[in-house]
T-cell receptor, first 111, second 113 residues
Framework: GQQLNQSPQSMFIQEGEDVSMNCTSS?????WLWYKQDPGEGPVLLIA?????ELTSNGRLTAQFGITRKDSFLNISASIPSDVGIYFC???????????FGTGTRLQVTL | NAGVTQTPKFQVLKTGQSMTLQCAQD?????MYWYRQDPGMGLRLIYY???????DKGEVPNGYNVSRLNKREFSLRLESAAPSQTSVYFC????????????FGPGTRLTVL
């Protein structure tokens, strides 16, 4: 089955730094979602993107739906310790109810 | 409003044993899903139920069966557990609509010895 490629796989950053991660696919998606998973918990939706080129913010988080519809980007500004976790992208195509998930980016924040 | 709940939270089985993972949602969502998460693999869809009374295979259905008991509940059964089924299992639900935002439960951590 297809999975989306996320990069980087892991990041170690200092508190206050900005973070960028991306997700790429060989297929076109109509919707892109970004989830965060805390240790021992299920993923929680952060941002949803519905149109190519769309730029959406949620607090310190900003995500973009790539123009080609084959990629998406997530930026976190001024990172804080509670940003630690695994970030997943997910794509939806057509009218199917099935999401395709990325492999995840693990974020560690040091003080 | 509890969202999506899963039981049990942890389970250890011996090879060949059977068990059922339970999932319930109180958001009146039409669609429900079962995923497994393995290290470095992200989430892979096992089965889903687009609406009450229907179920369909996902990416990795072998070794599993599901039952959509009613609109609220969607269970996952392992008939004869194998070590390859050691994983973290997540249930999710979403409302029917164009955007399919899925809400996840806390997960069941299953170890098969």
């Amino acid at each position: 089955g297809q999975q989306l490629n996320q990069s980087p796989q892991s990041m170690f950053i200092q508190e206050g730094e900005d973070v960028s991660m991306n997700c790429t696919s060989s297929s076109i998606f109509n919707t892109w979602l970004w989830y965060k998973q805390d240790p021992g918990e299920g993923p929680v939706l952060l941002i949803a993107l519905y149109k190519a080129g769309e730029l959406t913010s949620n607090g310190r988080l900003t995500a973009q739906f790539g123009i080609t519809r084959k990629d998406s980007f997530l930026n976190i500004s001024a990172s804080i310790p509670s940003d630690v976790g695994i970030y997943f992208c997910a794509g939806l195509t057509g009218t199917a109810s099935k999401l395709t998930f990325g492999t995840g980016t693990r974020l560690q924040v040091t003080l | 409003n509890a969202g999506v709940t899963q039981t049990p939270k942890f389970q250890v089985l011996k090879t060949g044993q059977s068990m059922t993972l339970q999932c319930a949602q109180d958001m009146n969502h039409n669609s429900m899903y079962w995923y497994r998460q393995d290290p470095g693999m992200g989430l892979r869809l096992i089965y889903y139920s687009a609406s009450e009374g229907t179920t369909d295979k996902g990416e990795v259905p072998n070794g599993y069966n599901v039952s959509r008991l009613n609109k609220r509940e969607f269970s996952l059964r392992l008939e004869s557990a194998a070590p390859s089924q050691t994983s973290v299992y997540f249930c999710a639900s979403s409302d029917r609509g164009p955007y399919n935002e899925q809400f996840f439960g806390p997960g069941t951590r299953l170890t098969v010895l």
